[in-house]
């Protein structure tokens, strides 16, 4: 790694800082000798001292705090940290600590991390790219902070999504950190405590008007086609209106793409795929009910229906097998407030606010929760799901914790053992007559990481629906039959890096395989993916 940084300013580089395991010979020729302690010390030693001081930490937003305080004074350690324990850290990093983090961002701030973008700057946005110091940026994860995991409108605060997002493509996936942009998307807040908050860090206006937003938003995507010309646009946590109309309004023109519809739905398929194994049966063949209609659980049912046209149904029966409701009640075609992309699942039904008695109605193989509603799948919905089904598949996708529709041993209680379970977020292992139920976790860090390394590698001119179902069906086929027989849905997260990169090659052939790559096909791409994975160790400096 090349460097013209030295003395105090290489130790302030969190890239290059490697503090006490730099070598003799570094400390003298890089004018550190005197700087940092007089030893030198293996990274194993600098990880052990790390430990040591997590085990100090009282709670989770502790951990993270001192944590995110690691990545500001040293990557490499960081990564290193992360990487070495994925079971561990995930649930500091990410998901569910990062909605407490979110909740207080402004009140636990400490410095800066990647680019915040605000709508009084509109018309200098190309300009103000141009301060970030990186000039290859790969990937964009931007939001504006409009609906933040189950959390609603966090404004500023949302900041921590894109932080963590990023974070998670390297802990999980191996994607070089260095080309890596968090961006926060400044167009105001409506929540009122957030603008009467003294340590709030955005914008003190409300929102603008959809047309004036996206105005701003199409500045900001034609700006980085051209200061950022290999860079993904990665869009997480918009409402669920300009989250689908946003993903529509680019999709074929750049590459981008939002986790929160396409990765959600990946995951989502990759846990059906693995159910069927169990029922066997097919994706054609089921009726799945959703409890939530906004852009997640739209997402998802657009892109079941996708997979379910590529096992042979016409798109019009796929999507007649797939249902919803809201907070409204079930979607038929005599609601006037449905959107229009809501309205392919309204179908010819009595209304009906009763979502019992929908999945007695429709009779549902699958019901799955992306209400954000905690305990909306009382004990009535999840025995009359095993009335109907030998093996009721059973997700309850919402997070943080506290809004999940029901949790794990709710699901294996109420059902007798028979829910074929998996949440949002991770919850404990369950025993049940004398079994140990394995709940799996529906997280999107199966997907969305792997797409990075595959987009990375491969230099992808666009994301595509394709590549989500080619992932799901590679998460899907990792589980081994024991863990099947466990209650898994998906593999073990203590693997999960290795799991990512088998996902990544099986991605990296869609994209190869429909000439999107922007780069030549490898003789080998295994090893081509595999030659782009970031190991978290530190470069020699002289």
């Keep these: 790694m090349s460097n013209n940084k030295h ?12 503090s006490t395991a730099f070598t003799l010979e570094e400390r003298e020729k890089l004018g550190l000798v005197g700087l940092i302690p007089d030893v030198t010390e293996s990274e194993d030693l600098q990880m052990r001292r790390v430990m040591q001081q997590l085990g100090h930490k009282n709670t989770d937003l502790d951990r993270y705090i001192y944590l995110i305080s690691l990545l500001d004074n040293d990557e490499t350690l960081f990564y290193r940290v992360i990487m070495s324990d994925p079971m561990r850290f995930l649930p500091i990093v990410y998901d569910p600590t990062i909605g407490e983090a979110c909740l207080k961002f402004g009140h ?12 009084a700057h509109k018309g200098r946005v ?5 301060n970030w110091t990186v000039k290859d940026v790969r990937f964009i994860c931007v939001t504006d902070g409009g609906r933040i995991l189950g959390l609603g409108d966090l404004g500023a605060n949302g900041m921590g999504i894109p932080i963590g997002k990023l974070q998670l493509y390297t802990a999980a996936a191996g994607v070089p950190p260095e080309g890596l942009l968090p961006m926060y998307l400044d167009a105001g807040t409506n929540n009122e405590s957030l603008l009467n908050d003294p340590l709030y860090l955005g914008l003190r206006k409300t929102r603008p008007s959809t047309d004036e937003l996206y105005a701003f938003v199409d500045e900001f995507v034609e700006a980085v086609q051209e200061v950022f010309p290999r860079c993904c646009i990665h869009f997480e946590d918009w409402t669920g209106s300009d989250a689908v109309q946003l993903l529509a309004r680019y999709a074929e023109k750049v590459c981008c793409y939002n986790d929160d519809i396409q990765g959600t739905a990946a995951i989502a398929i990759a846990g059906i795929i693995s159910a069927l194994k169990v029922t066997k049966s097919q994706l054609k063949d089921q009726r799945i009910l959703f409890l939530g209609a906004g852009s997640a659980g739209i997402g998802i049912a657009n892109m079941i229906a996708t997979a379910m046209t590529l096992e042979g149904l016409s798109t019009e029966d796929a999507q007649s097998r797939i249902s919803m409701f809201d907070v409204n009640g079930l979607l038929e075609p005599s609601r006037k407030d449905l959107f229009e992309f809501q309205k392919p699942y309204a179908h010819p039904h009595e209304p009906t606010k009763d979502f019992v008695e929908a999945i007695k109605s429709i009779k549902p193989t699958a019901i799955i929760g992306v209400s954000t509603v905690g305990k909306a ?6 025995e009359t799901m095993s009335q109907i089904n030998e093996r009721p598949i059973i997700f309850a996708l919402s997070n943080p914790t506290d809004h999940a529709e029901c949790t794990a041993e709710q699901a294996y209680k109420w059902s007798k053992g028979k829910a074929l379970y998996a949440a949002g977020v991770q919850f404990p292992n369950v025993q049940y007559d004398g079994k140990t139920l394995l709940p799996g976790q529906a997280n999107n860090f199966y997907i969305f990481p792997a797409i990075g390394l595959a987009v990375y590698a491969t230099q992808a001119k666009r994301v595509t629906d394709e590549m989500f179902i080619e992932a799901a069906h590679a998460v899907s086929d990792q589980i081994t039959p024991e863990q099947l027989q466990q209650g898994l849905l998906y593999p073990p997260q203590s693997n999960i890096l290795e799991t990512e990169i088998q996902t990544a090659i099986r991605i990296a052939k869609v994209v190869f395989d429909h000439n999107l790559a922007g780069v030549d096909h490898p003789d080998d791409i295994e090893a081509f993916i595999r030659s782009h994975v970031y190991q978290p160790k530190y470069s020699t400096l002289v």
């Design 377 to 382: 799948f009382t004990q009535q919905v999840v």
């Design 7 to 18: 003395g105090v300013e290489l130790l302030r580089d969190s890239v290059l800082n490697k």
């Design 126 to 130: 190309k300009e103000i790219l141009c």
């Design 108 to 119: 636990i701030f400490r410095r800066p991390r990647g680019m915040y973008l605000s709508i």
